[in-house]
C-alpha cells in the first residue's frame, strides 16, 4: 500500500497540464500513486492524462467524470485513494522535485497532523488582467498575515488567530501547497460543493478543528496566476459574496466549530452581518434576513454576555461618542438585538498569584467600572504564562465601583479616599508594587496578544532604555499613536494618527521624544530615582512627556515598540475638549512643562503637517543621516553568504548612528528576517499598496544615502533615485556578475552562446552603473581594481564579515568527516558539489572509506538531492550548522567558477575548520596556500590535499590556527571602521 495519494482534477487544462504531470515525473520520493479525474474536457486533456497513465512509471489510474466540478471531483479522487495522505495537485500549478520527500518527512514526527503546508512562488502569467493583478497581490506571502505561526501547533489555536477573519481570507494557500491526512479530510466531509471560490479556505478552518497544522518554511511548489484559472471566472461571476456568507454562516452553526470560542463567534457574526449588506436588498428579502439575524441570535444567545462582544459594541459606542466624524457608513437597517447589547452582570475575572512578579500593572480608574473590567478582561485573556505579574487596580474614589471589584480574583486593590487623578494614583501604586518593573496602562485600552512581553524584552535587552511605549490604535483598527512628537513650542503629536497601522514606517523599534502613559512601561528602580510623574502636572496630561524627557536627561532613552500593540479608546477617561473638566489641564501643563523644557526644546521642530517632515521629526533621536538600502530580497543571513554579509553591513549601518531603511524589491515579508530587521531599529519597506517606485517617491526626500545592491537592483532603481532626489548612490557590485559568467562560459569551453550573450550584456551594465554611482563597492580588491580600471577611481572594498569563535572548538581527534555548504540557487555551487562527489570523493574513498561527505545549503535541487548515496548526506537546509562544522576534520570548496569573496571559505575559517579550496575559492581573501589553507585545481590534487589533513594532526592544528588569524581582518568592528572612513567622504 502507498503512502500518498497525488490527485489531479482536469477540466479543459491542455496549457498547463502537461508541466504539471512532468513535475510529478520530477519527484525525488517514488513510491505514490497517481489519480487523475478529467470533469469532461474538450481540448485534448483527456487523452493526455490517458497517455500519462499508459507511461507512468507510476501506479496511475484515470476516472472519466462530467458534471462534478472541482470540489466533486476532489472528493471523489480522495474517495479512490489508496494512500494515507492526500497531495492534490491543480492542472495549472507545479509540484517541486522535492516537494513529496519533504512533506512525508516532516509530517511522520506529528502523527496528529490533519493539514500541513509550505511557501509556495507565484507565477504569474497574465499581469494585464485587472483580476489576475487582485489575485496575484492577494496572494502573496501568505503565512505573515497570521499574527503568531508555529511549525506546528493545534489547529484551534488558529481558528482563535485574532486576524483570522481579516483579509486574505486564504492564509493557507491553495490545495497544490498543502499536504492532507485523508483521515482527517474524510473525518470533516472533504470539500464544500456549494463554493466556488472559498472552497478551500473553507476545508482549512474544518481541518483545524480535527487536529494540529503543520507550516514548512521551504518553497515547495508553484501557483499559477493566469487569466484562465477557476478564480478569475469565480471573481467575473460575484460568486466571492455569496462563499463569504456561506463560510461565516458554518463558523457559528457547524458543528465542527460548536466548541470555538463566544469571541470568535461574536467577530463572525459581525462579519456575517456586513456580508449581507441589507441596505442593498429588496424589502420582502431585508425581511427574511432580518428574521434569519434574530434567529441567529437566539441561536448564540451565550454572545450577549460575552467580553468580545461588549468591547466592540462599548469602545465604538465612546469613540463615536468623542469623534462623530470618525463614523464610517453602515447599513440603513439596524438590526435591534445589535444595538441594545448591555451589560447585565460582571463576569468572573482571575488573575494568578505570585510571590516574585516580574511586573506590576497599575491601573488607576473613576467610575467608568464597566469599561475598567473589559480592561481587565482582556488582560486576562493576553497574559504570558511566562511572565508573572500583579495587577493593582487604583480606584480613584469612584462613586460605586463595588460591582466591579467584586467581580475579580487576584487584583490588589488600592482605594483612595479623595479623588486625586491619574498621576498622583499612580505614584500612590508604584510605592507598593513588588515588580522590577511598572506598567503603566489606562483603564480605557484592550490590550493585545504579546504586548507585555515585548516591552519587557525592551527594557531587558537593550541598553540604556528607560521607558517603552505601546503602539496605540483606535477601535476602528487606525493608528492612534506610533510613539509621540513634541514640537518646539511643546504642543504634541500622535505620529501616524489616523493611518494603516501596518505601514512600515509605524513598525520598526525606534527611539521617540515620549510614549502616552496609557501603556508605558519602566523599571521600578529607575521610576523611583526619577521621582515618579512630577505632581506639579497634576491630576494629568505632560506626566509622561515629563517623565520621559527626565529619563533622557538622566541618560536613558525612550522607546516605542511597534510588537506591542493596545486598543485605547482616546478620550473615554477624560474627555476631548481642553475647555472644560480634567481635559483642560491639557492646556495648562503645556505651559508649564514648555517653561520648563525650554532649552531642550530648541532642539525641535517646528509644528509640521506634511508626513515626510513629520517623518523627519518621529525619527529625529533614531540616527543621523537617512540610508536607504536596496536589494533583491531580505537578507536571510543563514542561507547565503551574500544574505550574511548585507545582514552584518544594515547591522553596523546602525551601530554607526545612521537611520536605515531596507526596501527588499521582491516584497516578500519573510519572517524571521524582517522581524529581526525592524526590531534592530531599521525601517522594512514592504508596502501594502501596488506600485514599488510609486511608494518609494513619497520617501525620497528623506533619502541621504541609496545603496544599492547588485546591477539588476541598480538597473531598476539607480537612474529613478538620480532623478527624483538628491542623496548620494552606492552602487554594491556584491560580486562582479560579468566575471563570474564569464568564468562559466570559459569553463565549459567557450561554446554557449546564450552565457557569452550574458556575460556581455553584464560587463556593459556593470562599467556603465560603476560611472553613474557617486561611490561603487566590491568586496574584493581584484574586483575593486577593475573597476577603478574602468574610470571609477571612488570604488572602495567592503568585505563579508566574520566573527571568529575560538571558545569551545573542539579538537582534531574528536572529529571525522568532510563538509561542504552553500546555497543551491547559486549555479557555481551546484557544479562545485558534484564534481566533489563524482570525480574528487571516489579518490578520497580509495584512502578513507568511512569519510562521510556532508553536503550542506538551502534549496537543493533535484541535481544536488540526486547525489545522495552511501558515504553522501545531504542535509537541506539547516537553522543551526555550527555542530556540523565543530564534528567535521576538512571543509571543501572546490568551486570551479564564480566572483567575489566566497563567504563558506570565511565561514569554515572563522569556527578553526580548515579549508581545502581552488584559487577560485580562495581569491579576495589574501590566503596564502600552505599557511592560512591548502589550494588546489586539478581533482586528483584536491582529494590528495583533503587526505593528508584529514590525517595529519599537526598540519590540521597549524591550518586552523592560521585561520583564525587571517579572519580578524573581517570582524564586525574591522568592516565597520572600513564603513565608516567611506560614509564618511559622501
Known amino acids: 500500500m502507498v503512502d500518498i495519494s497525488i490527485c489531479i482534477p482536469t477540466y479543459n487544462g491542455l496549457p498547463y497540464l502537461k508541466d504539471a504531470l512532468g513535475s510529478v515525473l520530477e519527484q525525488t520520493y517514488r513510491e505514490f500513486e497517481v489519480l487523475i479525474s478529467d470533469d469532461g474536457s474538450t481540448d485534448g486533456s483527456l487523452s493526455l492524462v490517458e497517455d500519462f497513465e499508459k507511461s507512468s512509471p507510476?501506479?496511475?489510474?484515470?476516472?472519466?467524470?462530467?458534471?462534478?466540478?472541482?470540489?466533486?471531483?476532489?472528493?471523489?479522487?480522495?474517495n479512490e485513494a489508496d494512500g494515507k495522505f492526500l497531495k492534490f495537485l491543480f492542472q495549472d500549478d507545479l509540484l517541486d522535485p522535492s516537494c513529496i520527500e519533504v512533506f512525508l518527512k516532516e509530517t511522520k514526527e506529528h502523527d496528529s497532523f490533519s493539514l500541513a503546508f509550505s511557501d509556495r512562488r507565484i507565477l504569474f502569467d497574465s499581469p494585464d488582467s485587472p483580476e489576475c493583478q487582485d489575485i496575484f497581490i492577494g496572494c502573496q506571502d501568505l503565512p505573515r498575515h497570521w499574527s503568531r505561526l508555529e511549525r506546528i501547533q493545534e489547529g484551534k489555536l488558529l481558528l482563535e488567530d485574532p486576524k483570522l477573519l481579516d483579509s486574505p481570507a486564504n492564509k493557507i494557500g491553495e490545495p497544490s501547497n498543502t499536504f492532507i491526512s485523508k483521515s482527517a479530510f474524510m473525518e470533516?466531509?472533504?470539500?464544500?460543493?456549494k463554493m466556488s471560490q472559498l472552497l478551500d479556505v473553507d476545508l482549512w478552518l474544518r481541518l483545524m478543528c480535527v487536529g494540529k497544522v503543520q507550516y514548512l518554511d521551504q518553497t515547495l511548489s508553484s501557483f499559477r496566476v493566469h487569466d484562465l484559472q477557476q478564480s478569475v471566472s469565480n471573481m467575473e461571476k460575484g460568486t466571492l459574496s455569496n462563499d463569504?456568507?456561506?463560510?461565516?454562516?458554518?463558523?457559528?452553526?457547524?458543528?465542527?466549530?460548536?466548541?470555538l470560542s463566544s469571541k470568535f463567534k461574536a467577530s463572525t457574526l459581525e462579519k456575517l452581518m456586513a456580508s449581507k449588506e441589507l441596505s442593498m436588498l429588496p424589502g420582502r428579502e431585508k425581511i427574511d434576513l432580518l428574521e434569519k439575524i434574530d434567529g441567529l441570535s437566539k441561536r448564540i444567545k451565550f454572545m450577549e454576555g460575552t467580553y468580545a462582544w461588549k468591547v466592540?459594541?462599548?469602545?465604538?459606542?465612546c469613540y463615536y461618542g468623542f469623534f462623530p466624524g470618525q463614523r464610517k457608513t453602515k447599513s440603513r437597517l439596524k438590526p435591534t438585538f445589535y444595538e441594545s447589547l448591555e451589560f447585565s452582570t460582571f463576569e468572573k475575572i482571575c488573575f494568578p498569584s505570585h510571590d516574585k512578579p516580574l511586573c506590576s500593572i497599575i491601573i488607576p480608574f473613576y467610575d467608568q467600572t464597566r469599561l475598567t473590567w473589559l480592561c481587565l478582561k482582556a488582560l486576562e485573556l493576553n497574559l504570558e504564562k511566562n511572565l508573572p505579574v500583579e495587577i493593582v487596580l487604583v480606584d480613584d474614589n469612584s462613586r460605586d465601583s463595588t460591582e466591579l471589584t467584586s467581580s475579580l480574583e487576584g487584583v490588589r486593590l488600592v482605594s483612595n479616599r479623595e479623588n486625586i487623578g491619574f498621576l498622583k494614583s499612580c505614584n500612590k501604586a508604584s510605592e507598593t508594587c513588588r515588580g522590577e518593573y511598572l506598567i503603566f496602562l489606562n483603564n480605557d485600552t484592550q490590550v493585545q496578544p504579546y504586548w507585555l512581553s515585548s516591552l519587557v524584552e525592551t527594557l531587558s535587552n537593550e541598553s540604556k532604555v528607560g521607558a517603552v511605549g505601546s503602539k496605540l490604535l483606535y477601535p476602528d483598527n487606525t493608528l492612534q499613536e506610533a510613539g509621540g512628537i513634541i514640537w518646539q513650542d511643546a504642543t504634541g503629536c500622535n505620529y501616524g494618527k489616523g493611518k494603516d497601522h501596518t505601514e512600515p514606517h509605524f513598525n520598526f523599534l525606534r527611539e521617540v521624544d515620549y510614549c502616552s502613559g496609557a501603556s508605558l512601561a519602566t523599571s521600578r528602580s529607575l521610576f523611583k530615582e526619577a521621582g515618579g510623574f512630577a505632581e506639579c502636572y497634576a491630576p494629568a496630561y505632560y506626566e509622561d512627556t515629563h517623565f520621559c524627557f527626565s529619563l533622557r536627561k538622566m541618560g536613558y532613552r525612550v522607546m516605542y515598540q511597534p510588537k506591542s500593540v493596545v486598543i485605547h479608546c482616546e478620550g473615554a477617561s477624560c474627555g476631548t475638549s481642553e475647555e472644560s473638566g480634567v481635559k483642560s489641564y491639557q492646556r495648562t501643563n503645556r505651559h508649564r512643562f514648555k517653561s520648563e523644557w525650554s532649552g531642550e526644546l530648541t532642539a525641535h521642530s517646528a509644528p509640521v503637517g506634511k508626513f515626510s517632515q513629520q517623518y523627519a521629526a518621529a525619527n529625529r533621536l533614531n540616527g543621523g543621516k537617512n540610508i536607504l538600502v536596496i536589494d533583491t530580497y531580505l537578507p536571510v543571513y543563514d542561507r547565503e553568504s551574500g544574505g550574511h554579509r548585507l545582514y552584518q553591513i544594515l547591522i553596523i549601518l546602525r551601530n554607526l548612528g545612521y537611520q536605515v531603511s531596507f526596501l527588499p524589491h521582491n516584497q516578500k515579508a519573510e519572517e524571521p528576517y524582517v522581524s529581526e530587521l525592524q526590531q534592530k531599529g531599521i525601517e522594512v519597506l514592504i508596502f501594502n499598496k501596488p506600485g514599488i517606485r510609486k511608494q518609494l517617491r513619497t520617501r525620497l526626500d528623506n533619502v541621504d544615502v541609496a545603496w544599492?545592491?547588485?546591477?539588476?537592483?541598480?538597473?531598476?532603481?539607480?537612474?529613478?533615485?538620480?532623478?527624483?532626489?538628491?542623496?548620494?548612490?552606492?552602487?554594491?557590485?556584491?560580486?562582479?556578475?560579468?566575471l563570474r559568467i564569464k568564468r562559466e562560459w570559459e569553463l565549459y569551453g567557450c561554446k554557449d552562446n546564450g552565457l557569452e550573450r550574458e556575460w556581455k550584456k553584464f560587463h556593459r551594465q556593470e562599467k556603465s552603473f560603476s560611472a553613474h554611482c557617486d561611490f561603487a563597492l566590491t568586496v574584493t580588491e581584484d574586483e575593486a581594481a577593475r573597476v577603478r580600471e574602468w574610470g571609477n577611481e571612488r570604488t572602495f572594498v567592503v568585505p563579508n564579515v566574520h566573527l571568529s569563535e575560538t571558545s569551545g572548538v573542539p579538537g582534531f581527534p574528536a572529529r571525522k568527516g568532510i563538509l561542504f555548504i552553500g546555497s543551491y540557487l547559486h549555479i557555481p555551487n551546484i557544479d562545485a558539489a558534484k564534481w566533489l562527489v563524482e570525480e574528487i570523493m571516489p579518490l578520497v574513498w580509495k584512502t578513507i572509506p568511512d569519510a562521510q561527505l556532508f553536503l550542506l545549503g538551502s534549496n537543493p535541487s533535484s541535481e544536488i538531492l540526486q547525489l545522495r548515496r552511501p558515504g553522501v548526506c545531504v542535509t537541506?537546509?539547516?537553522?543551526?550548522?555550527?555542530?556540523?562544522?565543530?564534528q567535521a576534520k576538512v571543509f571543501i570548496a572546490p568551486l570551479r567558477y564564480g566572483a567575489g569573496m566566497k563567504g563558506k571559505i570565511g565561514q569554515s575559517m572563522s569556527l578553526g575548520l580548515?579549508?581545502?579550496?581552488t584559487s577560485i575559492g580562495a581569491e579576495g581573501m589574501n590566503v596564502k596556500n600552505g599557511r592560512d589553507a591548502l589550494i588546489g585545481d586539478e581533482a586528483g590534487d584536491i582529494a590528495e590535499k583533503v587526505i593528508n589533513l584529514y590525517k595529519d594532526e599537526s598540519r590540521w592544528k597549524d591550518l586552523s590556527a592560521s585561520g583564525l588569524r587571517q579572519m580578524e581582518k573581517f570582524s564586525p568592528s574591522a568592516v565597520a571602521d572600513q564603513i565608516d572612513r567611506i560614509l564618511s567622504q559622501l
Not at 466592540?312 to 459606542?317: C, V
Open 58 to 78: 507510476f501506479p496511475a489510474r484515470v476516472f472519466r467524470n462530467r458534471g462534478l466540478g472541482i470540489s466533486g471531483n476532489c472528493n471523489f479522487l480522495a
Open 188 to 193: 470533516v466531509g472533504g470539500f464544500d460543493s
Open 244 to 259: 463569504f456568507e456561506r463560510l461565516y454562516e458554518k463558523l457559528l452553526y457547524s458543528p465542527h466549530f460548536a466548541g
Open 312 to 317: 466592540r459594541k462599548f469602545f465604538m459606542k
Open 708 to 738: 544599492v545592491c547588485r546591477p539588476q537592483m541598480y538597473r531598476k532603481y539607480g537612474a529613478f533615485i538620480r532623478n527624483r532626489s538628491k542623496a548620494r548612490i552606492i552602487y554594491d557590485t556584491i560580486d562582479l556578475h560579468f
Open 876 to 886: 537541506g537546509f539547516v537553522e543551526d550548522v555550527k555542530p556540523f562544522f565543530n
Open 914 to 917: 580548515p579549508v581545502v579550496t
